[in-house]
């Protein structure tokens, strides 16, 4: 009976599910393959609810705030720390990358390499520059970001919706209260799509290992490995050490918030998970305007995992390729990452597109070397999204922290007991004359 409680459990589901999509991938290659569909569909799902549920969470955190240079103070602590410990990030990668050296030994003449195979990346980067994301923040109409779900269009609307109703006094309110009605419906809407996670990771995984198999890890194991072992050691020694001043453990953290990262394991991409997270955060004691406005906003300014990879994959290609890189090129490499790392999304790949927008501005790297990393990057990208996932989760409950708006009671009784459907699940259901039962 205990094991068939612990089956209810999304997080066991969705586990279960990975495994499963490992086998067919392994055993039954082509049919992994046509199962891509389903994780594609599921992403497809979940990115459709982003974009209203951002909009109204951000409007309706602003429209309450009764201070509106709350905001500006809120806002300017997100970016100092986002900037703060993603450099702390990109720095790590060039250290490990200088320690390591998992390039090392490859000896790749870039000419061999087929450059049609990092054209499409190229291509796809070649208008990323900083000021290009930052006109993009734009929207061409005031509806357009719910319709493309572009995350910083959908921000900066939300934010000016936010503003115009904490101007507009009672009217403003009941605009406010009105998108509270909305937001309930949505999350509704959430807590039906995200039982087909399993589905999704099951389809996602499947396709994954049949496409690219397990023999395409091996001759790239060290980076690998090197990449995973660095983002493990981010999470605890890093992100473990902020988390432990702010008054809880990383490990407790991690275990509350299982649920999403599995399905981050499974999907290779941490958007699935954002819904969940903003509502996870206002569980464990965070306000619903700190929540609001840090987890969207460090979706795209708050990429740890994204920033860990950038760098120490740019050093494994310069030393496949036999690239000598001065300490001020490598200065010179930290600081155009500072900058082209900015406005990356969650979805599966754009680390990798960030990537070649980097090698793009830096003439010494043979771009043609992206085709080394393409047949594994599938792999990194899952890395990539779990410490992007608990960067922002953490980053959250630090800015609550600062800004007073943290309930350390309930965030101490949320992380000893786990989320409330884990308890439910542990729960028998209670007759009329005891607590309700779902």
């Known amino acids: 009976m205990k094991a068939l409680s612990y089956l209810k459990l999304l997080y066991v589901q969705v586990l279960i599910a990975t495994a499963l999509g490992i086998v067919v991938g392994l055993l039954f290659p082509q049919t992994g393959e046509a199962l891509r569909p389903l994780g594609d569909a599921f992403i497809k799902v979940i990115r459709m609810i982003i974009a209203p549920v951002v909009f109204c969470t951000v409007a309706i955190g602003i429209a309450h705030m009764s201070d509106l240079k709350k905001f500006g103070r809120v806002g300017g602590k997100t970016l100092v720390y986002f900037e703060v410990v993603s450099t702390f990030a990109l720095i790590i990668g060039l250290v490990v990358g200088n320690v390591v050296r998992p390039g090392a030994g490859f000896n790749i003449d870039a000419a061999s390499l087929d450059p049609s195979i990092a054209a499409q990346y190229v291509k796809g980067a070649a208008s990323m520059s900083f000021v290009d994301t930052m006109m993009k923040i734009i929207p061409d109409t005031l509806v357009s970001p719910l319709v493309s779900g572009d995350l910083l269009q959908v921000l900066f609307v939300a934010i000016l919706t936010g503003f115009a109703c904490a101007r507009l006094g009672s009217f403003g309110a009941q605009v406010a209260h009105a998108l509270e009605n909305v937001t309930k419906v949505l999350f509704s809407i959430i807590r039906i799509i995200v039982w087909s996670a399993s589905v999704g990771a099951f389809g996602a995984m499947a396709f994954t290992i049949g496409r690219y198999g397990v023999q395409s890890l091996v001759p790239l194991a060290v980076l690998i490995t090197t990449f995973y072992l660095t983002a493990f050691l ?87 390729t036999n690239t000598d890189l001065t300490f001020w090129q490598q200065l010179e490499i930290l600081a155009i990452a500072m900058l082209t790392s900015k406005g990356a999304s969650g979805v599966t790949g754009a680390g990798f597109i960030t990537l070649a927008a980097t090698l793009t501005i830096i003439p010494a790297i043979p771009i043609a070397s992206l085709a080394l990393l393409v047949g594994i990057d599938r792999f990194m990208s899952q890395c990539r999204a779990l410490t992007n996932a608990i960067g922002n989760g953490v980053a959250t409950l630090i800015i609550a922290r600062w800004e007073n708006e943290l309930d350390t009671e309930a965030l101490a009784r949320e992380l000893a007991h786990g989320p409330a459907t884990d308890r439910r699940a542990h729960t028998p259901a209670l007759g009329p004359a005891g607590a309700p039962a779902e």
């Open 234 to 320: 981010f999470v605890v020694l890093i992100l473990g050490t902020i988390a432990r001043a702010a008054g809880f453990s990383i490990f407790r953290f991690m275990r509350y918030i299982r649920e999403e990262l599995f399905i981050v394991l499974g999907t290779s991409s941490s958007e699935p998970v954002l819904p969940q997270l903003l509502i996870k955060m206002q569980q464990l004691g965070a306000s619903r305007s700190v929540v609001g406005l840090v987890i969207p906003t460090g979706y795209s300014f708050n990429l740890d995992g994204t920033n860990i990879y950038m760098t120490l994959a740019i050093l494994f290609l310069a030393q496949a």
